[in-house]
């Protein structure tokens, strides 16, 4: 289990301070995570990986020459902000662009996904490459949905390289999603990890068995199996893995065998010896491969095997050398050109463009505002029992991220406020700061959601009934889009999709704006308790899906607790 | 738990197949180890490192450029045998001897002990520096006393890049010295780990607890306290080394900040953060340190700190560039001379110089070779039952130890006694054969005893009663002096000393041998079953002292069986 702490809810601020301190050669902090303390030559593409935190050395361990140009750094097993994502992006990159890799999950591919947007908003050439290597996640006609693993560190290494050797920006990308191509991984489990400050791990395996296919933060995988010897296991990742070689791909493969924190090098190595006795066998020739930690989750219990069937240049850019705090290979310091000492300043943040509105736009913004104070008071209120429900099928910071997200999107929207906006500014900024503050994919969805609210209340008359009905559906189609919960799902959507719903028919039946939000809120709290029935939709967060039966779901749980408190903000002061 | 293995006795053997597959570039196994798969120039000082195996990356993880010459694996936990150490050194030479460093443990000091001697008697230059950094293993007044624990990893770098520089044999034990004299850890831990094939923990700390000082191995440390914060156990760390700077030296040091394996990097990154400020703060300026896992204890659940106080010349030493399966530093590959390509045969083993014995002696020597067949067949026949004591309080293995260590005996002695020799010739094969197969201390305890024995049987005459009991008598001097164990300290110490009293007793009574023999091999048995009253002396093998009252003690256990079974050989023969 992780013990060593001081404040959990500082454990990543923590942990980046002693890593940067622990190599002050290679990294330097900018807002969000690290770059390299010297920044890459002139015109080069900047290649930034990331993705939540708790699986080093990746991502931030392979920050350095020959390797990434920075790492975003979200808080353990959380994808990192968009402001976070942006702000690296912005202080890693040398004018050649920024190539975006990381491995693929939901909350990390919104956040990426909208930092891309924003640089190139800021003239900063922005591609996302998603990381999609675990044959246990998805079947292989749909290998868009799997997830990223260890495939990651194949990938960043490969356009890492490809960016140091001089690829232009068009080719880093190609490179990379081709090594994401030719890769393939297969993992196993034995048991679960345990987040800072908790006493339980966030799942089990039952003792004498193993998860085939489970992920690396738990997600469910393909089947629970009975713990196999050494060697069974060496033949069960190997034929996996094979069985999954890309078509036409030449019979010469790098590897890694993985450890995923608490399976030590030696066992690692007792599997090697059989694993590479099969590929031997299969007429497979393996160069520079690795057995070791790459990507770990803490101290869970577990390993994999990862395959790229290399051609010239994979196998070109994968021997490449590297310098970096925690990977280093060949002469790495004397192969890129002399680095510029020139010393970065802390990432800009793009400032708003103010738009004073009228007195009335002035007025609902203030009502806004009113309400987002409620609701971040009844948050915060909230914060252990929201906990206490997620950590029964999920890691427990439901609670956490909503206070998180919801005081510093009070904080921005009262800023905003007094600089005499309307109610959409104020959304949009109180919905950037939630996302940028909370993480993880409620931040990302309650960032949009606010967002898509405020774009339909009016600047220059008082907001009716039916913008409050049509900025609902709004915000219900961004949650959608974003998160892709359908109804039943076990999410907020089983409670957001029943209030839309009731505030429509409502403000139909000519009910005043207040009286339909409250009877609609009072139908979205009703809808949460019945989230109980349900069991919930699995992935990354939820790997222990049939636990939570009996349980309401935290997320529809806490907007029902936000609705409701608007509601109540919006009857004293008599909103029609 | 480690829970990738095929089958437990082979896990070392499995564990460097794989290792030496992965790495091909870097080492080559020789009987004992692996050295460079590319030998040093020609004259250059071997360094080799070395001891019991569970704690990768140390020792074989360091094999390379720059750093290790070759690495001497013992089964996990286990002393490597003089023979493994002899084979691994006489490979590894490169015509400028060898320099063996290793940690500050009974068996290591044995075994290597002999194995210098071998090697200079082979004509090879050998010496041992012998690590002993554990501040919390004994007071500072007994320094040479204390245990060898992470600060063998900055021993073996610098003595290794002092050699790559091309300093003389004297110039290299002197600095490694040095650097030990210079060099300070002090570790905690918070669980054990688990033995391959075993399914409970070598040894556990309590919930909520941590043990300071606790050993690598699960030796007892100074005090068990409360779990801290990571910034208590930050300040615990830097004041306990602090507080042992030795004499003189300058404020400044290099740093590990070493994981024992389930203590993941990035609590050791938010322990780190405190650690640097509190050195800082302190006045001390850190050069180069390392956090990480660097010495392991399979998956033990801990951590240490170790600062080496530098002057110029260690400090260039430690910078220096290093190119290794585990670690890698700088430019390595560039800066040593081209290396030799030549393939270098396996280590030859020295041939036994045979002289026949008359036909007393070779009657003598069948006589012995029976008996020894006897003892192995009892102890094959106890094996799990001795296996099952020695688990109470250490780890379990003293039956397969003393089953491998007699049946190789037998071997050996068989082969010898065919080419006509006489006793002592028998029994020193025999010897060396235990302690080369068994290894840990009760290999080593036993080769001694059986070679001390043997010298004192003549091959001219038939042996007295006088003989038996003289040969005993060397054979309990070479126990003591090897094992330095005292009466009452729960080892076969307290069985041995009653059989020698017994015997001798018997003897002046003028009692037959056989008779003596069988009198005091039942004292024997009786002073075995009584060290059930006993506390162990703790140490390496038995950290869990108190577990083992009421429980006889293993080594005295399979002593009395070994001098039982002697008995009924005698008895059989009419010896007189």
Known sequence: MTRLY??????????????????????RPVPGGVVRSRRGRQGKVAVVTGGGSGHYPAFCGVVGPGFADGAVIGNIFTSPSSEDAYSVGRAAD?????????????????????????????????????????????????????????????????????AEEGYD?????????HANDRTRSLGVAFDGCTLPGQDEALFHVPDGKMGLGLGIHGEPGVSERDMPSASELAKILVDGV????????????????????????????????????????????????????????????????????????????????????????????????????????????????????????????????????????????????????????????????????????????????????????????AGDAWAAKAGGTSGALWGAALRSFGDLLPDDRPATAEDLAAGAAAALGAVQRLGRAEVGDKTLVDALIPFVDALKDAVADGSRGRDAWQQAAQEATRAAERTAELTPRTGRARPLAERSVGTPDPGATSLALALSEIAGVLTGEGVH
């Open 6 to 27: 001081d404040d959990p809810a500082s454990f990543t601020e923590d942990m980046v301070a002693g890593f940067v301190a622990a190599h002050p050669r290679y990294v």
């Open 94 to 162: 040398s004018g050649g662009g920024v190539v975006f890799s990381f491995g693929n999950y939901a909350g990390d591919n919104m956040h990426f996904g909208l930092a891309v947007e924003r640089l190139e908003r800021a003239g900063i050439r922005a591609h996302n490459v998603v990381v999609t290597d675990d044959v246990a996640s998805a079947p292989v006609e749909e290998r868009s949905k799997r997830r990223g693993v260890v495939g990651d560190f194949v990938v960043f290494k490969v356009a890492s390289a490809a």
């Open 169 to 177: 920006f068009d080719e880093v990308v190609r490179v990379a999603e």
């Open 242 to 429: 094979l069985a999954e070689a890309p078509e036409g791909a030449t019979p010469r493969v790098t590897a890694i065998l993985n450890g995923l924190g608490a399976t030590k090098y030696e066992e690692l190595f007792v599997v090697w010896g059989t694993v590479s006795r099969l590929l031997a066998e299969a007429g497979v020739e393996v160069v520079e491969p690795e057995v070791g930690e790459l990507v770990t989750s803490l101290d869970m219990a577990g390993c994999s095997l990862t395959l790229t069937w290399l051609d010239p240049e994979l196998e070109r850019l994968w021997s490449a050398p590297a310098d970096t705090p925690a990977y280093r290979k060949g002469n790495a310091v004397t192969v890129s050109e002399p680095e510029s000492t020139e010393v970065v300043e802390s990432a800009p943040i793009d400032e708003p463009i103010v738009v004073v509105a009228p007195a009335e736009g002035q007025a609902t913004a203030a009502t806004v505002v009113r309400a987002l104070h409620s609701v971040a008071d009844a948050l915060r209120d909230a914060e252990d029992e929201l906990g206490r429900l997620d950590a029964i099928a999920g890691d427990g910071d439901h609670g956490r991220g909503m206070t998180k997200g919801s005081a510093a999107a009070v904080e921005a929207a009262d800023a905003v406020l007094a600089q005499g906006v309307g109610p959409a500014a104020v959304l949009v900024a």
